[in-house]
């Protein structure tokens, strides 16, 4: 079992940045790929960057491929994603996401066994 807790969300500025955090619990975290998802008002929960159970090989949608840079520290059971030149079309409820294996690829919701609760950004003209 893994429980995942996302934070670092808030309100930015187009063209600004933040870091959101993803704290997991439990022993196994490095057997994970580990992703971001986010969901917008009325839209699909989307895929936006993955990260191998290694740190090796990381993975991004191409809205954000150059801005965001998904990270991990195995030692403190943590995923970051750093977002920079924010756009207004960034905002969403951004999701924390655990997928058993090498992983971190995946880019289908069905794929992920854990998820924490998300955590709002929002970013303003």
């Known amino acids: 079992q893994v429980q995942l807790v996302e934070s670092g969300g808030g309100l930015v500025q187009a063209g600004g940045s933040l870091r959101l955090s993803c704290a997991a619990s439990g022993p196994t975290f490095s057997s994970y790929g580990m992703a971001w998802f986010r969901q917008a008002p009325g839209k699909e929960r989307e895929f936006v960057a993955g990260i191998s159970y290694g740190g090796d090989s990381t993975f991004y949608a191409d809205s954000v491929k150059g801005r965001f840079t998904i990270s991990r520290d195995n030692a403190k059971n943590t995923v970051l994603l750093q977002m920079n030149s924010l756009k207004l079309e960034d905002t969403a409820v951004y999701y924390c996401?655990?997928?058993w294996g090498p992983g971190g690829h995946h880019t289908s919701t069905d794929e992920y066994d854990y998820w924490g609760q998300g955590t709002q950004v929002t970013v303003s003209s």
């Open positions: 996401a655990a997928d």
